[in-house]
Each structure stands twice: as C-alpha cells, then as structure tokens.
C-alpha cells in the first residue's frame, strides 16, 4: 500500500488535485515550475522514509467565528493528497450518510436539504456543536482508530509524521478539559488537527465516525444531521431529546470532548440556525450577517473593477458563485434588491472588457 502512495501516478493525481484551482499562488507556481524534480525528490523521500512535513504558516480568519488556520507548505499538501487518494475509500464505506462533510457527492447543499427534510417530518430538533473540535482531537485515540483499517507499518509511519508535524499548532485555541480517570500527565497529551489540511478534514470524519454509529444505532436516531462539529437531533417529543443529549455527552467525553453549554430541544418551526442559512420545514433565508458581508464584498468588487484592478469576466464569476449558493434559499427578491443597489455599470461594456 505504501508503494501504491507514492506510486508517480499516484504524486501526480495528488499534485493536480492540491493545486485545483490555486495555480496562481506563488507557492504553487514555484512547485511547478520544477513539477518532474519536485515530484521526483518527494518520491525519493517518501521511498527511504525520511520525509519531515514543513512548518505552517498560520493566520486567523474572522467568518463566520474566528479562527485559526494553519497552512502547509504546497509540497506537504501533495503528500496529503496522496495519502487522501489511497486511504479514503477504505473508510468512506464505514461512514454513516447521516454525515455531510468533506465527502463525495455530500456537501453544505444536501446537508441543507436533509434539515429540511427532517424539519418537515420532526416537530422538534436538538442542534449543538463540540467545543473548540479540531484543536481538542486526541492523537492517542485518533491513531488508534486510524490503525484500525490500516495494516501497512509504512502508512502508519506517514500518517504519524503528519499527525506529529500538526501537534501543538493549536495550543492557545484549547482550553484544558479534565475527564474521568485523567492523571496528572492529560494536560501533556498531544492534541490537535491543524484547520486548514485535507487530512484535518478527513480524519475529523474518522475520529467521529465511532460516534456517528452510536447515534444512529443505539440512540436509534433516525433524525440526525451531522455536518463537522455541527450535530442535529430530530425527534417527535422533547423527551426523547433530553434522554439523548445525556448519553451524547456522555459518549462524547470518551473521545475528550465536550458540547457547548446551554443547548436545548426546541420546536422546529422557530427556525433552524445552520450553514449560514436559516431553515424552516418550508422555506429557508440567508443570515443578515452573511447578507450585509457578501455587501462589502461586492462592494469591493465594483471598486476593483472601476478602478481597472479587475476585468469584468472576474467579477461575473465571483457573484455567480455567491448567486449559485444564495438560491438554495428564498432569495430571489434579495438578490434583486442587492443588485439593483449595487449596479456593476450603466452603460454596455466593450468586448475588450468583456474579455
């Protein structure tokens, strides 16, 4: 299995799909510049297993909440990639549909979808989220779990050096939490996935998936949404909410994590916070928040373009990817308002701009 990850076909796959959409960035432009040589030196390293990750470069973004992110140099998200292309179909087919995130044919849209769904079925739901997930994640127990699947001693090695390369990056976003049994050495205990890697994804999926599976069949709830750290119970009663945000507690704190305080059950029909919409069973609405920073946004388009900073064609892409994404809510008479207030131009652009 090791040979197939670092197979040149398979570096190749890997590098093509880290820089989907990224081959202007200087750092992906300066790796393909010597595409061979690069992919050559990454094969040789990872062959004589002397490969060491790069260190992140961090910086703090502030939507929807703020938050760190952690950036690996490009050529480690090769490696990334190319660990991702081999490792992720054997756990895919673990996973329950009830989890939306960072998988094939899933997505904010079908999870947005699901919610109604459930929302039309249910009267009442229960929404909470995992305190501070990605820095609290537990090495010891995610490595076991990854161990679980996968037999190479070589892969494990690889899997090892990025967990330990992530280690620490999140430090100052955890708040230590003691459990049952802890000693005095838990607060040494590494922890930890870097926001921002492709493996940090994947493997928030894996470290959760023992959980999803308890839900689904010994909480025996067959209203749940699960999008990252972002958990929904559907039910027909408040009680049977209550009785599962116990045990959801419960078994969440033997994976050391824990819920956010002062979530409750409530009817489905005050409106379902999620994914920067709001759902109800039969229409959804964009937040205000996300509505009045999509305003500066193109605002900061418009200038850019009249100042000549942008073409046209680069605007025009920018807002069909906010307008394809708005129309999965009601937002036709938004859109039309947003527009008319914020025109692009008054008279007919040339075809020189155009293009």
Not at 25 to 32: G, L, R
Not at 123 to 149: G, N
Not at 259 to 278: A, D, M, T
Request: glycine share 6%; charged share 25%.
């Amino acid at each position: 299995m090791f040979a197939e990850m670092y197979a040149w076909d398979n570096l190749l796959l890997a590098y093509r799909r880290a820089a989907k959409g990224k081959r202007g960035h200087p750092n992906v432009a300066a790796f393909e510049h010597d595409l061979e040589g690069n992919l050559y030196q990454l094969q040789a390293e990872l062959r004589a297993m002397t490969y060491l990750p790069g260190a992140y470069v961090n910086f703090t973004i502030h939507e929807p909440k703020q938050r760190l992110i952690s950036a690996a140099p490009f050529r480690d998200r090769v490696v990334h990639h190319a660990l991702c292309n081999l490792i992720e179909p054997i756990y895919e087919r673990s996973f329950v549909v009830n989890s939306y995130a960072n998988r094939v044919g899933k997505g904010t849209h079908r999870a947005l979808d699901r919610v109604q769904a459930l929302a039309r079925r249910y009267p009442y739901v229960w929404q909470c989220d995992v305190r501070q997930f990605f820095p609290s994640i537990d090495h010891t127990l995610l490595r076991d779990m990854l161990a679980s699947k996968v037999a190479d001693p070589q892969v494990r090695w690889l899997m090892d050096r990025i967990l330990a390369g992530g280690a620490g990056v999140l430090a100052d976003a955890y708040d230590m939490q003691y459990f049952f049994g802890d000693d005095l050495f838990a607060p040494l205990r590494p922890r930890g996935l870097p926001v921002g890697n492709l493996t940090s994804q994947f493997w928030a999926n894996v470290y959760l998936n023992g959980f999803d599976h308890f839900v689904v069949r010994q909480l025996r709830c067959r209203g749940y949404v699960r999008f990252v750290d972002d958990l929904l119970f559907f039910a027909d009663d408040k009680a049977s909410l209550w009785a599962w945000q116990t045990a959801v507690v419960d078994r969440l704190a033997t994976l050391r994590l824990t819920i956010h305080p002062g979530s409750h059950p409530r009817p489905v029909g005050e409106g379902i916070p999620f994914l920067g919409f709001v759902v109800w069973p039969h229409r959804r609405r964009l937040k205000r928040r996300k509505v009045v920073a999509y305003r500066r946004v193109l605002r900061r388009l418009i200038a850019d373009y009249r100042a000549g900073r942008l073409r046209l064609a680069q605007v025009s892409a920018s807002v069909r990817g906010w307008v394809n994404h708005a129309s999965h809510a009601n937002t036709v008479g938004l859109r039309k308002a947003l527009f008319r207030r914020h025109p692009l131009r008054t008279s007919r652009p040339s075809p020189k701009e155009v293009s």
